[in-house]
């Protein structure tokens, strides 16, 4: 099956800063999202992007298909950005999707 | 709108009781899933159902059941639960077709003793 991996898995920022998360996958896919479980596990759609760029707010997101890769870029980031954020991959809109084992995001202020 | 409900938030069992972990949505979409949540090991399948009436099994389904009562229903059922299946449960629907994303509920925090 697919393999999905997230780099890094934990990322401390000062708020203000920005980052970048990465997120590599093992063979061609046709969905790809993006999510963030916020501190008390509730998970939230960031991005619904399987090539191609998004942008919502102060985040955006690069899908590189050719590549098998996807980036999330968090701008000024806040304290309530904290949180784990997750990439999932899947061959088709039909197939369920598999997840990566997320990137933790500490922002302190 | 609720978007998807489970229940219930949190259970405690003993080894070898059974549970239904119940999942609704009110979205009118047509594909559900049910993912564990275990620390380190991001979220992984359990079963899926693409539409009412059908149901596939996942990456982790030994140990599980699961029923799609209706369009808006999808259970979880553990017929005799072990210490291994002490996760957080959570399910998903997504409308499939076009750029549709997971709705996910709000997890149940389940603890095997």
Known sequence: GIQVEQSPPDLILQEGANSTLRCNFSDSVNNLQWFHQNPWGQLINLFYIPSGTKQNGRLSATTVATERYSLLYISSSQTTDSGVYFCAVGYSGNTPLVFGKGTRLSVIA | ?113
């Not at chain 2, 119940?22 to 539409?51: E, T, V």
């Not at chain 2, 029923?67 to 808006?72: D, E, G």
């Open chain 2, 1 to 113: 709108n609720a978007g998807v409900t489970q229940t219930p938030k949190f259970q405690v069992l003993k080894t070898g009781q059974s549970m239904t972990l119940q999942c609704a949505q009110d979205m009118n979409h047509n594909s559900m899933y049910w993912y564990r949540q275990d620390p380190g090991m991001g979220l992984r399948l359990i079963y899926y159902s693409a539409s009412e009436g059908t149901t596939d099994k996942g990456e982790v389904p030994n140990g599980y059941n699961v029923s799609r009562l209706n369009k808006r229903e999808f259970s979880l059922r553990l017929e005799s639960a072990a210490p291994s299946q002490t996760s957080v449960y959570f399910c998903a629907s997504r409308l499939t077709g076009g750029e549709n994303g997971y709705t996910f509920g709000s997890g149940t925090r389940l603890t095997v003793v």
